[in-house]
C-alpha cells in the first residue's frame, strides 16, 4: 500500500458554463520515506494539487487516500508549509510557534514546548527576532517563521508549496539543508511543488512534471539517482545531474511551447464599426 495515493483525481472549479477544470486525471504514489518534487508551471494548478492532498478541498471525481484511508480533512499528520506565510499578526515569531507546536503536542509541559519553540525558531536563525510581530519581518524572515511553525510541528509527511520562492540563494539554500536534515533524520515522507528544477534535483528521490493547465495533468517522472547527502557544489559537475537536469529543463520546454502554441492561434475578429454615440 502506497503512503499516500492519488487515483483518477479530477478537480473543476465552478460549475455549468463557468467551469474550470483545473486538474486532470492526476495519478500518484508516493511511498513512506520518499522525497518527491513537483514541478509545474505558473497558475497550472500546483496549489490545488496541495490543497487536495492536505484535505482543504475534495476532489470533483477520484480518490486521495492517506495511509490506505480518504483523506477528509487536514491533519497535523500532513504539515504544510504555505508560499503565503499566514501567519497571526497580533503574535510574536514565538507566540505564532508556539501556538502551532501546542496544538500539536497537547499532553507536553509548558517548558518543552517553550525549548521546542526556542530550537525551531533558532534552526531558521530567527532568535534575535523571536518576539517580534509579523509586520516587523521581511518576507523572507515571515516565510522562515512559516518554516518553523510546520516543522515544530513534527509531521508525518512534510507538504511544501514553494515554500523557498521568496528567499535570497543563501538562506533558501541553508533551509533546504535544514529540511532535508529533519526529513533524513525523523525519516518523514516529503512533497516539495516548486518551480525551480535544480532545487527539485538537490532535494528529491523524484521530479515529476505538473503539465500547464487548464486541465493540467502530471507527466512522466524522472528519477534523480544521485547519492546523498548530495553537495550543491560538486552537483554542478555531476554528469548525473546534467543530464537529468537537461532532460527535465527539455521536457519542459517542449510542453511550454506546445501550451504556446495553442495560446497563440490566431482569432479573426469580426469587422464591425462602433455606431455613433449619442450622449
Ligand atoms: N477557489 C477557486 N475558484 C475558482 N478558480 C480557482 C480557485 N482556486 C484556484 N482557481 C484557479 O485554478 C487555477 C490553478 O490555481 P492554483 O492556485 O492551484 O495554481 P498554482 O499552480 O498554484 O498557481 P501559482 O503558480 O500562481 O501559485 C487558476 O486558473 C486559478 O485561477
Known amino acids: 500500500m502506497a503512503y499516500l ?34 514541478v509545474g508551471f505558473t497558475g497550472s494548478g500546483k496549489t490545488t494539487l496541495v490543497n487536495l492532498i492536505n484535505g482543504l478541498l475534495q476532489p470533483t471525481s477520484g480518490e486521495v487516500l492517506f495511509k490506505g484511508e480518504p483523506v477528509k480533512d487536514t491533519s497535523h499528520d500532513r504539515g504544510v508549509i504555505f508560499q503565503n506565510y499566514s501567519l497571526l499578526p497580533w503574535l510574536t515569531v514565538g507566540q505564532n510557534v508556539h501556538m502551532a507546536v501546542r496544538e500539536a503536542f497537547p ?41 518553523a511553525r510546520a516543522l515544530a510541528m513534527n509531521p508525518e509527511m512534510i507538504i511544501m508549496d514553494e515554500p523557498l520562492g521568496a528567499l535570497d540563494a543563501l538562506t533558501r539554500g541553508n533551509l533546504q539543508d535544514e529540511i532535508l536534515n529533519i526529513w533524513s533524520k525523523d525519516k518523514r515522507t516529503a512533497l516539495l511543488i516548486t518551480n525551480d528544477v535544480d532545487e527539485g534535483i538537490y532535494m528529491a528521490d523524484r521530479i515529476i512534471p505538473l503539465r500547464p493547465g487548464p486541465n ?14 548530495r553537495d550543491k557544489t560538486a552537483l554542478n559537475d555531476n554528469p548525473v545531474y546534467k543530464k537529468t537536469r537537461n532532460a527535465i529543463i527539455e521536457y519542459l520546454m517542449d510542453i511550454g511551447n506546445e501550451r504556446k502554441a495553442v495560446v497563440q492561434q490566431e482569432y479573426v475578429l469580426p469587422d464591425l464599426s462602433p455606431k455613433s454615440f449619442v450622449a
Open 5 to 38: 495515493e492519488l487515483k483518477n483525481v479530477y478537480k473543476t472549479y465552478g460549475q455549468g458554463a463557468d467551469a474550470t477544470e483545473v486538474l486532470t486525471d492526476i495519478n500518484l504514489s508516493i511511498e513512506e520515506g520518499e522525497f518527491v518534487a513537483i
Open 216 to 229: 493540467a495533468t502530471l507527466g512522466p517522472e524522472f528519477k534523480i539517482d544521485i547519492e546523498r547527502p
Open 107 to 147: 499532553k507536553a509541559s509548558k517548558s518543552e514546548l517553550q525549548k521546542r519553540v526556542r530550537d525551531f525558531v533558532d534552526m531558521v536563525s530567527l532568535s534575535p527576532a523571536i518576539n517580534k510581530r509579523p509586520k516587523e519581518l521581511s518576507g523572507g524572515m515571515r516565510q522562515r517563521v512559516a518554516v
